[in-house]
């Protein structure tokens, strides 16, 4: 078979109950067809359903544990190869005109949600007619409130991407069903991802004492965002969407349906931030045996073990799941001297300078590239080769990344070794510092910027690679606080409880309130609000989703036929520009992407998107 199907490809396969039961990560046709499993033998125990449930998990993980990739497609963040390590590969490694690269991507998309149908539609008509009691039911209930909630997360990454998409909501046996399908108008849909946001909500348990099962402030949380979305849709329109009509009235009222969500999110269920939002140590200049409490949020010992559940829903990475998920964020943050990495998600040059003051809780004057041949460049004011010149700053810039003579702890396949130095440009042999000699940090020749992360990348020995055990932050409690915010000051402008808590994620980073005229009004608020994104959801896939839903791709790279936008490195050097004499097509294919066409040879229900014609 060839490997251009797109829903048929995974409805009349993927359905089945063997491949619910197996690795999502082999080929979906090689999969044998099971169709009328007899009920005699499966969906007859809770135990059934868990482990078709883990089906849903494991197409799910393959979609969204790698979400760092969409970074790629904003200005803060280079990633390298996204079309070769990925399983639902992106294609594409830059932020311009990606629209018609993700076929794959939205194949495995539908992938997911034919593994839901079956679930939900098993459980609901085969396991709860027959539930004996009423603890059976409330289980079997909450299983299919998870698989709704898979389903509910994946029809919005859908529609964030394409629109207007086929709604496929239940179990579909004939091929010509779904080869005749339409495009659904992304308002209905919208509403069908609610039901299902809502339906989760209220089965899902308060909380479930396996960190990476949801439960219901994970189901709040995401209905929230839905609105946020359509909201945003309404309110800056979405003009490549030809059959869409934004509405203020509508806007509104998604931005106060949002905000009550997010509002029950954060009050109601007795969550709070990582280590209460403590910014813990900075530590030592150069050092890494004490870093800021951030940066051990998103390592498998402690952070990601979830400490006063600021996680409201992970992706498992361990040698004890089915299939064996790798450590994939160990490989992509870091270079082969940890973990035998391959160094392929590197912070661009811009993003340092968004880490603002922690004396005056402002930005500082942007940093100066210097060559380092030049006189006195190592110890020059604001010099980005200059350590001093980070000294002071937001403690989420220690946690983040490297810059020159910063360390991280290096490893080999297992154990760790021994501390690393940064060097841009030199990624090779030792440096001596204060008398100590040091490894080197290598990057594969990737790094272009002269810095490297250090989020995602663990500071002592571990697992393997191929059996790493972290988590995915999916959802987490600091995005809601920032989304709480946007959709309060969209409708009302700042409010008293929204500074409060744009303040505390500020706090984990050691700066001080915001200013008076940082909440003197609604846009100065929003410019406060995105600026926390950028630093405190750096690397975790949203930059380019917020980008889009406000209209700013332009603002960020310049307009159409401008000259583009330049990166940079520490030195000065052009690293790459994107968008020059770019037309207004290439910025309009940036904000929907392309429904396949080889799904529009097979369907011809499938319109096209107005950009893509």
């Known amino acids: 078979m060839k490997q251009n199907y797109f829903i048929r490809l995974s409805i009349v396969i993927l359905m089945l109950g063997s491949v619910l039961l197996s690795s999502c990560r082999k080929d979906l046709l090689d999969q044998k067809s099971t169709v009328g499993l007899p009920s005699a033998i499966y969906w007859q125990t809770e135990a059934d359903a868990t482990s078709a449930l883990m089906g849903v998990y494991n197409a799910f993980r393959a979609s969204f544990d790698r979400d760092y990739h969409f970074d790629g497609h904003g200005e803060f963040v280079k990633v390298y190869n996204t079309g070769a390590v990925s399983p639902a590969p992106l294609g594409v490694n830059n932020p311009s005109n990606y629209g018609g690269l993700a076929l794959e991507t939205y194949k495995n998309l539908y992938g997911v949600i034919t593994h839901a149908n079956y679930v939900i ?142 509002k029950s999110v954060i009050q109601d269920y007795g969550l709070d931030l990582y280590k209460g939002g403590d910014p813990g140590q900075w530590g030592t200049m150069g050092a890494a045996d004490v870093l800021p409490n951030y940066y051990y949020m998103f390592i498998p010992n402690p952070g990601n073990l979830n400490d006063r559940g600021e996680m409201l829903m992970v992706l498992p990475h361990g040698s004890g799941l089915t299939p064996v998920q790798g450590d994939e964020y160990q490989r992509v943050f870091t270079g082969p001297l940890n973990g035998l990495g391959q160094n392929q998600v590197i912070p661009r040059y811009e993003l340092a300078d968004r880490y603002q003051s922690t004396i005056t809780g402002d930005f500082l004057p942007p940093l100066v590239q210097i060559q380092p041949g030049v006189a006195g460049a190592r110890t020059a004011l604001n010099s980005a080769i200059n350590p001093e010149s980070y000294r002071n700053r937001d403690y989420r810039m220690k946690a983040t990344m490297l810059w020159d003579y910063e360390k991280l702890m290096g490893q080999g396949e297992v154990d760790q070794t021994s501390y690393i130095n940064f060097l841009y440009k030199t990624f090779s042999g030792k440096s001596t510092i204060n008398g100590i000699e040091y490894p080197n940090f290598t990057d594969n020749g990737t790094n272009f910027s002269g810095y490297q992360f250090r989020k995602f990348v663990r500071n002592y020995g571990g697992l393997a690679r191929s059996n790493g055990d972290f988590n995915w932050p999916v959802m987490r409690l600091a995005d809601v606080f920032l989304m709480y915010a946007e959709a309060t000051n969209a409708v009302d402008g700042p409010q008293a409880d929204a500074i409060a808590l744009v303040n505390r994620i500020r706090h984990r980073g050691n700066l001080p309130p915001l200013s008076g005229a940082k909440t003197a009004g609604p846009a100065a608020f929003f410019d406060a609000i995105e600026q926390e994104r950028i630093v405190e959801l750096v690397g975790e896939g949203q930059r380019a989703f917020d980008l889009r839903r406000w209209r700013a791709i332009e603002r960020v790279f310049g307009p159409a036929y401008g000259n583009g936008k330049w990166f940079m490195d520490t030195h000065g050097n052009n690293w790459e520009r994107f968008f020059l004499n770019s037309s207004e097509l290439i910025y309009q294919r940036c904000y929907i992407y392309q429904i396949p066409e080889s799904e529009r040879t097979r369907n011809p229900n499938l319109t096209q998107n107005t950009p893509w014609r």
């Open 121 to 262: 539609e098993n459980i609901n008509l085969k396991m709860l007619p027959v539930a004996k009691t009423e603890a059976a039911t409330k289980s079997l209930e909450s299983i299919a409130g998870e698989a709704r909630l898979l389903r509910g997360i994946t029809y919005l990454r859908l529609i964030s991407m394409w629109g207007d998409v086929p709604y496929v909501g239940k179990i579909i046996y004939d091929p010509i069903d779904v080869d005749t399908l339409s495009r659904m108008p992304i308002e209905k849909v919208k509403d069908l991802i609610l039901a299902d946001f809502t339906y989760a909500f209220e089965k899902l348990p308060v909380k479930n004492p396996v960190v990476s099962r949801p439960s219901k402030p994970a189901a709040l949380a995401f209905r929230g965002k839905m609105q946020l979305f359509w909201a945003s849709w309404n309110k800056f329109g979405w003009p490549e969407l030809d059959k869409f009509t934004p509405s203020t009235t509508k806007a509104d009222a998604a931005y106060r349906a949002a905000a009550a969500d997010f």
